[in-house]
């Protein structure tokens, strides 16, 4: 009979350290499905600033190439009676300097923007 106590000792202490091991299994599948959940939250979050930066960057971009083609205008007008003064106008240097910056800088930003 003794022995037939422990054996159902012993069985009884399986089971439960089974059913332990099961309820861990089952908090750890809970933090899983928790972390899940906000990483997805997380990640459209990331997403929704990601486009609005992207169409910020966008309109941005088309405002400087508007800027762009009239500074290239003033600067080719500035330019030709600069020669026909026969003086030199340090900011011409400057703003097609400034221009050629912008269109080295538009050729990366394009890829990541359009």
């Known amino acids: 009979m003794k022995k037939a106590m422990s054996k159902?000792?012993?069985i009884n202490?399986?089971?439960l350290s089974a059913q332990k091991v099961e309820l861990s299994f089952v908090d750890d599948l809970k933090g899983y499905?928790?972390?899940l959940y906000s990483g997805?939250?997380?990640l459209m979050k990331f997403a929704t600033d990601a486009?609005?930066?992207i169409s910020k960057g966008v309109r941005e971009l088309d405002r400087l190439n508007a800027?762009?083609?009239v500074a290239e205008r003033i600067a080719s007008d500035v330019e030709k009676s600069a020669k026909e003064l026969g003086v030199d106008v340090p900011e011409l240097k400057q703003v097609l300097k400034a221009i050629s910056a912008f269109e080295q800088q538009k050729k990366t930003l394009t890829?990541?923007?359009r």
Do not use: F, N, T
Request: zero cysteines.
């Open 67 to 69: 800027v762009k083609k």
């Open 40 to 42: 997805i939250d997380d």
């Open 8 to 10: 159902i000792a012993q």
């Open 51 to 53: 486009r609005e930066a």
């Open 13 to 15: 202490k399986e089971e």
């Open 33 to 35: 499905e928790k972390e």
């Open 111 to 113: 890829k990541v923007l």
